[in-house]
């Protein structure tokens, strides 16, 4: 079965870089899945940031308005995200999740690693 | 891009009832629908995929219906440990948005 362990700073300072790292167990992020971001603020919904195929193809959401990017190390088993331009309101939890299959559904997710952007 | 809408944002009820939560989408998406369970502080557990599979280990009480824009997820005879938040989420195509929640609530 499949884990996932997101790593990266608990706090990070506003207008600096967000660079959170996924390290995935028990299966191959160079498999035919797409590796998925989603984050959640604080008493908030669940918010798609982005996903990345092993090729290197990526899509991301645009209200987050060209700040992210997103790579992925097959020899290393992770993949990682990175968010600039840090507000407030990038503060909460980031979950890294595994989208499998056609329906992309996401089956498997990390503990997920709390944000908290303030200087 | 596709917006997810769900409803109701939350709802009260009782173990042993049954419940029903919507998700419609603003534009049709075929069968690209997932359900998905969130207790607090713990990541979301994949319940539904396809709009209509049961995910592996999750009990039949759970049940997922509908396609092209209006989708449903029906929980039979409510467990104490179903009462938690829920959400929709449409992967037919990028941005893969999330519904705005629904939290299920003990009366």
């Known amino acids: 079965q499949v884990q996932l362990q997101e790593s990266g700073p608990g706090l990070v300072r506003p207008s600096g870089t967000l660079s959170l790292t996924c390290d995935v167990s028990?299966?191959?992020?160079?498999?035919?899945?797409?590796w998925t971001w989603v984050r959640q603020p604080p008493g908030k919904a669940l918010e798609w940031i982005g996903e990345i195929y092993h090729l290197g193809t990526t899509n991301s959401a645009p209200s987050l308005q060209g700040r992210v990017g997103m790579s992925i190390d097959k020899p290393g088993n992770q993949f990682s995200l990175t968010l600039t331009s840090l507000t407030a309101a990038d503060t909460g939890i980031y979950y890294c999740?595994?989208?499998?299959?056609?329906?992309?559904?996401?089956?498997?997710w990390g503990q997920g690693l709390p944000v908290i952007v303030s200087s | 891009d596709i917006q997810v809408t769900q409803s109701p944002s939350s709802l009260s009820s009782s173990v042993g009832d049954t419940v029903t939560i919507t998700c419609r989408t603003s534009?049709?998406?075929?069968?690209?629908l997932n359900w998905y369970q969130q207790k607090s502080g713990k990541a979301p557990k994949l319940l539904i995929y396809g709009a209509l599979s049961l995910q592996n280990g999750v009990p039949s009480r759970f049940r997922g219906t509908g396609s092209g824009t209006e989708f449903s997820l029906t929980i039979t005879s409510l467990e104490p440990e179903d009462f938690a938040t829920y959400y929709c989420?449409?992967?037919?195509?990028?941005?893969?948005?999330f519904g705005q929640g629904t939290m299920v609530e003990l009366k």
């Open positions: 999740a595994r989208a499998k299959g056609v329906t992309r559904n996401l089956d498997s």
């Open positions: 989420q449409q992967t037919y195509t990028a941005p893969r948005a």
């Open positions: 534009q049709k998406i075929n069968s690209y």
């Open positions: 028990g299966g191959a992020v160079g498999s035919t899945n797409w």
